[in-house]
């Protein structure tokens, strides 16, 4: 239909000009821009907080810019919503997600499409079946999304971009959800349609996976574009360009206290917990975490690992069994107790345990109110200085009044981390803590990890993130289907007999 590809121009599938998006006084995009060809990846680089999410808001029509241009095969158009940007062939798949929760994936996958018509569920299920099957994207029509790990529910979003048959393709950071295997499954898929003609724009931290996906790489730092390179340009010369300066990358240290055990900080002991349909989740989990280690949990998303932190933070209730902090006995405790007892926790889903909508400040503050209460009220200067100190000593790229609805995805995970951390606690359960974070947050959040460690802290660390396992993790168990199947030192894990089992083949010994 366009008038480029008829006479075989070579006009980018979408180009911007000089945009520009200002909040107050903020300029998150500052006349940027960017285009992506038929065919092509062009991938989109920078730091938490440079612009990369706002700017294809832009392209979507979730948000509007306050100048500049966006031309679809070469022609003006005016994207006022994200219906005109489906019409117009832009597909988003975006950084938070956007599912009807207590709705199933079928359901989820059509809604929006039917125009009103009522949905013919049984049609949608083959429908969405024949299209994962078909996109090599792996999920349960029948499933509903609420009870759906994270990386399950990425992989429902991106099913859903693809289903509406778009020619541009917008994955604010898909893969930060996923692990190596599924995000190998992606990118072959990705590479059957690109070969079809489809256009991707990537966003992602992960710089291997830009080298290994994209055609073109570009940076932008505190919304300026500052260059736009070749998709094989080194790891190290991208971290450059997003940061203006040279990385340093952390070092593992041994553990300090390896000597004798000393009692566990944390003993769990045949614990067990129902998940979706009552299917158990959990299953005779047992484990102890001593003072100064960290005990790493390995395996595929939806294996029983939100169970798990559910659990353990008072979330969710345990069927059985039994844990212990400091020789007290905690299962199926409040939150608040659990809080009380010593456990820290920074959750899987940053955004449902902060309240986006109050200021930095309040969320600083809000697990530990009482501290705050003066005669019946709350003290309100003693909140911000709260928050000022803790801004300052977290470098938060935010002031005490802003909202948390407003940060970056990186600030974000400081103003997590900075909550919990501030508590001290004797436990800390952390799960995915650098999901969707830029080089050097990432850096960041780890060494704080390590500093809690060598403060004689007992830290179970769930992650995805096999090469964050084995950076940070002394010891390591595998989950399957709610089962620890293997349990090594992180120093004498094997990659590969890791990704075994945690596809579920083999028990180590
Ligand atoms: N609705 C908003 N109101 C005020 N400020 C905003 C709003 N949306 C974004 N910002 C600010 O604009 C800047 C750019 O944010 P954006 O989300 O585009 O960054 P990003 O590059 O996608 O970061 P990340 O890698 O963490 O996802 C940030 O400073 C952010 O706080
Ligand atoms: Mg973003």
Do not use: W
């Amino acid at each position: 239909m366009t008038a480029g590809a008829v006479s075989g121009s070579a006009a980018p599938v979408v180009e911007l000009r000089g945009i520009t998006k200002r909040f107050g006084d903020l300029v998150a995009n500052d006349r940027v821009d960017f285009d992506v060809g038929r065919g092509e990846v062009h991938a989109l680089l920078g730091e938490n907080g440079a612009g990369k999410t706002t700017l294809m808001r832009i392209v979507y029509g979730l948000t509007h810019p306050d100048a500049g241009q966006i031309l679809v095969g070469g022609r003006p158009v005016a994207i006022r919503s994200p219906k005109d940007a489906i019409a117009a062939g832009i597909g988003m798949v975006t950084q938070h997600f956007s599912l009807v929760r207590p709705m199933t994936v079928a359901e989820n996958v059509v809604l929006g499409r039917t125009g009103g018509i009522r949905l013919e569920m049984a049609a949608a299920a083959a429908r969405v079946a024949e299209a994962s099957e078909r996109l090599g994207i792996r999920v349960d029509p029948g499933a509903v999304v609420a009870e759906l790990s994270v990386g399950e529910q990425q992989r429902v979003e991106i099913l859903k971009a693809l289903a509406r048959d778009c020619r541009v393709l917008i994955l604010d950071e898909p893969t930060a959800v996923l692990v190596p295997q599924e995000v190998e499954a992606l990118f072959a898929t990705l590479r059957r349609l690109l070969d079809e003609g489809l256009s991707v724009v990537f966003i992602s931290h992960k710089l291997g996976e830009v080298r290994a996906i994209s055609d073109r790489v570009s940076v932008l730092r505190r919304g300026v574009m500052v260059g736009t390179v070749e998709g094989s340009t080194d790891e190290r010369e991208l971290a450059r360009m997003m940061v203006g300066r040279p990385m340093l990358g952390i070092r593992r240290t041994e553990r300090a206290g390896a000597g004798p055990p000393s009692t566990p900080a944390l003993s769990v002991r045949d614990l067990g917990a129902a998940g979706v349909h009552g299917l158990p989740a959990l299953v005779d989990l047992s484990f102890d975490v001593q003072p100064g280690e960290i005990l790493g949990v390995a395996g595929v998303s939806g294996n029983g690992q939100t169970e798990l932190v559910g659990v353990l933070s008072g979330m969710r209730h345990p069927s059985g069994g039994s844990i212990v902090v400091d020789g007290v006995e905690l299962a199926g405790a409040s939150p608040r107790r659990l809080m009380a007892a010593g456990i820290g926790r920074i959750p899987e889903d940053r955004h449902a345990s902060l309240i986006p909508d109050l200021s930095v400040a309040y969320n600083l503050a809000i697990e530990r109110l009482d501290d705050f209460r003066r005669g019946g009220l709350l003290d309100e200067p003693a909140i911000r200085e709260h928050a000022e100190q803790l801004i300052a000593r977290f470098a938060i790229r935010a002031r005490p009044d802003d909202r948390v609805a407003t940060l970056s995805g990186g600030n974000i995970q400081k103003v997590l981390l900075a909550r919990v951390l501030s508590r001290d606690p004797r436990v800390l359960v952390v799960a995915q803590p650098t999901r969707g974070l830029d080089v050097g947050a990432t850096e960041y959040v780890r060494s704080e990890l390590l500093a809690r460690r060598a403060a004689g802290t007992a830290v179970l660390l769930v992650s995805e993130d096999l090469d964050e396992l084995l950076a940070l993790a002394d010891r390591l168990i595998v989950l399957y289907e709610g089962r620890i199947v293997g349990e090594m030192r992180a120093g004498d894990a094997d990659p590969e007999q890791l990704g075994m089992l945690m596809a579920g083949r083999g028990r180590a010994a």
